[in-house]
C-alpha cells in the first residue's frame, strides 16, 4: 500500500498541491479501515466486560468443580498425554477449585474406549489412592454421559468429571 501511494505521489507531482493531498488521505484513509474496524469491536468488547465483567474460564470451571462436589485439597486423576500434563487448561481448573493431580490416564484414545469392567477396575485403583474424580477432555461424541458431569466447555474444547466413588 505504501508503495503505491509513494507511486501516486510521484506521478501526480504535476497536479495541485490541494487535490494531490485530498487524494493522498482518501487513500489512507481507506487502507487504515479494516484497522478502525478492528480497533471498534475490540473497545466494545472491552467496555462490555468494564460494565459486566465475567468469570475467567478457570474461575467458571472452578466454580462447577465445587458444584459437582470438588472441594479444597480433593486429590483427581485427569486423562492426557504425559506431554501435554500441566500445559492443558484442565491443570489450572484444577488448580483454582483448590484440587490436586495427583494421577494420570496417558493413553487418551484407549481410556475412551475402555469397557465398563475395565473402567471399574481403573475406579478401584483410583479409590484405593483416595482420588475423588477423573477429569478429561473433550469426551467422545458417541459415549455415553452417564456418570459424567460437564465442568466447563470452552469453545471446541469441554472438559468433563466422573466422581470416582460414584
Known amino acids: 500500500m505504501l508503495f503505491w501511494l509513494a507511486v501516486f505521489g510521484l506521478l501526480m507531482f ?6 494531490r493531498t ?7 484513509c481507506t487502507a487504515m479501515l479494516p484497522m478502525v474496524e478492528h480497533l471498534a469491536v475490540a473497545s466494545a468488547e472491552n467496555l462490555r466486560d ?3 465483567p465475567r468469570p475467567s474460564e478457570y ?32 491443570s489450572y481448573d484444577v488448580r483454582a477449585a483448590g484440587a490436586r493431580i495427583v494421577a494420570q490416564v496417558e493413553d487418551t484414545e484407549g481410556f475412551w474406549q475402555l469397557e465398563p469392567t475395565e473402567l471399574d477396575s481403573l475406579l ?7 482420588v475423588r474424580a477423573i477429569v478429561a477432555t473433550n469426551m467422545p461424541p458417541g459415549r455415553t454421559q452417564a456418570n459424567w458431569h460437564d465442568v466447563a466447555p470452552f469453545g471446541s474444547s469441554r472438559l468433563v468429571a466422573l466422581l470416582v466413588d460414584q
Open 50 to 52: 468494564i460494565i459486566h
Open 14 to 19: 504535476r497536479v495541485n498541491e490541494m487535490p
Open 124 to 130: 478401584k485403583r483410583l479409590r484405593a489412592l483416595s
Open 59 to 90: 474461575e467458571t470451571a472452578a466454580t462447577a468443580f465445587h458444584a459437582i462436589g470438588i472441594q479444597n485439597g480433593d486429590r483427581l486423576a485427569v486423562v492426557a498425554p504425559l506431554s501435554e500434563i500441566g500445559l492443558g487448561f484442565e
Open 22 to 28: 485530498a487524494n493522498i488521505l482518501v487513500m489512507l
